[in-house]
């Protein structure tokens, strides 16, 4: 709509009258001086006065038109606030409307709902009495405020609906001024927040509870470093004693004896690793696992590694084979945690190998990592365990490990290790046909880019 026409158009009409006016006005003065017993005179006057009526018709017309585009303006306008009081008392949010001093004037559906009071009925009543006791001191000084502030916004407070049970709102206040600035009434969103109160506190107190939980692991880690300390000393001195007595007083044992002390040694052995693994899969659970890094030739890491393996698998006369891209392959890394994740790997694959090789390979690959695959023509895994062979304490074919023994921590420890260095280990098997890890890494390690576990 143009907003300038209504009164451009006053102007115009304004100037009609004018004329219609000045006209009446001359030939009234013109009758008053003049005799009226000549007709042509009088003819003249009467054309005059034709021509003023004329005029003035077309000013009634121009009014006419005025007040259509008036009343058209009107209907817009009606219109436009019939929307605005749709939306008022549709809006999902309270909303309501007083005067300085809290007395409610207006309330949408919403607000009613919230303080369980009928829309007609909340008109004249005073939004304090829905204010807590405890509360309302504060809210008669927000209301003073409101005097010299425009807004308050998202302000979190209690207020109590008729009976029921008081509920979390969180309210925002806007003023509305008169043309003088003054402050007349108050605009109020009032919004439930109860149920994010309550997600609030449920936050909180799973946060507190992981703090605890955070705490707990951090003992038990404590704990469990305590004891393998513990459990490794008499350990030690087990294996050291049994193997002093394997090596150097053999022949004065009978056979039997001598199998027996045999079996000291290995069983002492196999609990060590068993302490140093669940040592290593508390450290790395608990973010304590600290890498040494050190420049070193994962080549011949590998080759001196698969040496000291290679008496486990010819005990099943299986073949280790290695395959290297290169003769020496510097890299970055930690050098004790990179064997421990190969004679994993090695140790698996012998353990579940009853016939055929094992392949030890290692490629370089693109943007400075590297992989280390171990294949192996062993039982397999079948692809519903593939899933959760990493996860700890996990066997694939429970029967089946129980006679291989055990734990099950091997794999958990060997992914938070590469994981730890930055790399990343997969699977890839099928039952009967072998299996084949695949760990890649980068081939330098920085200790500020390595993954938080
Ligand atoms: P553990 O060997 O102590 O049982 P691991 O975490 O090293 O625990 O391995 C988890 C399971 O994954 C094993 O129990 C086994 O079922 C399966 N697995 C691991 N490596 C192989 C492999 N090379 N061939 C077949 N199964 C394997």
Redesign the pocket.
Known sequence: MNETKPSSDRGKIAKYLDTVDQRAADLYKNIGDKSLDQPKLALSYLAALANALEELRVVEEEICRHNEVLQQARQELENERHRYQELFDFAPDGYLVTDIHGKIHDANRAAAELLNVPQKYLSSKVLTNFVPEEQRRVFRSLLLQLRSIDRIQEWEISLLARSKPRFEAAITVVTVKDSKGKVIALRWLIRDITARKQMEAQLHQIQLQNLELIEADRVKAQFIATMSHELRTPLNAILGFSSLLLRHVQRRFEPQQFTMIERIFENGRHLLSLID?VLDFSKLRSHQLELQLETFDLANLVVTTVEELKPLGAKKNLDLQVHLVQDHILVVNDRNRVRQIIV??L???I???DEGQILIEVDLMPRAHLTIT?R?T????AEA?LTF??Q???????T??RS???????????KALTELIGGNIS?E?ELGQ??T?IVELPCQVQLSTRKKL
């Open positions: 693994d994993n790997l140790s698996n694959a353990k579940f190998t171990v192996d062993g039982i397999g895994i365990d062979i990493f700890e304490f996990r066997q694939a074919n429970q089946m490990t291989h023994g055990g734990t099950g921590l091997g794999l958990a420890i060997t699977v098997s072998g299996s890890f």
